[in-house]
């Protein structure tokens, strides 16, 4: 079981709602246990390293064909790497493979965080279904036009 099915498992959540979506994602981005190992930084992580920090790494041909190109195929063919690599490195090598396949659009920025997604989303009465526009009548108002 992960850390975070045990954190589940422990958890009193509410009932299925915007409150049990809130409440499991506050488990789920919840730190836990420091890694029983750092990774050690050996030379091939260092020239990743240096290579993705220069500007325009992530979009620079030379850049990535240099070796980023075969670590990121490796990611993507679910091979073990030969040394570990930080998270956020991997993010980059993986963000540079989709500048080129065309996945990410060149010069697209990621927003800093999605820690307040609730404050994005609309108010309404629609339901979710509704591709019309049109809103979808409360229960009470049906009511009142069946009989009228």
């Known amino acids: 079981m992960s850390p975070y099915q045990e954190r589940l498992a422990a958890a009193e959540l509410p009932p299925p709602g915007p409150d049990y979506f809130a409440?499991?994602?506050?488990?789920w981005l919840a730190p836990g246990e420091a890694p029983s190992r750092?990774?050690?930084a050996n030379s091939s992580r260092r020239r990743l390293?240096?290579?993705?920090a220069t500007p325009d790494a992530l979009e620079d041909d030379m850049i990535w064909q240099t070796g980023v190109d075969?670590?990121?195929?490796?990611l993507l063919g679910g091979a073990r790497l030969k040394h570990p690599?930080?998270?956020?490195?991997?993010?980059?090598?993986?963000?540079?493979?989709?500048?080129r396949e065309g996945t990410w659009p060149k010069g697209a920025i990621a927003p800093d965080s999605d820690d307040a997604p609730e404050a994005q989303l609309p108010e309404t009465t629609e339901?979710?279904?509704t591709t019309s526009g049109v809103p979808t009548p409360r229960p009470d108002e049906v009511h009142s036009r069946l009989f009228i």
């Open 49 to 52: 390293e240096t290579l993705l």
């Open 70 to 74: 075969r670590v990121w195929r490796g």
């Open 23 to 27: 409440a499991r994602r506050a488990l």
């Open 85 to 99: 690599l930080p998270l956020t490195l991997v993010l980059k090598i993986l963000q540079a493979g989709w500048i």
């Open 38 to 40: 750092p990774t050690e």
């Open 127 to 129: 339901s979710p279904a």
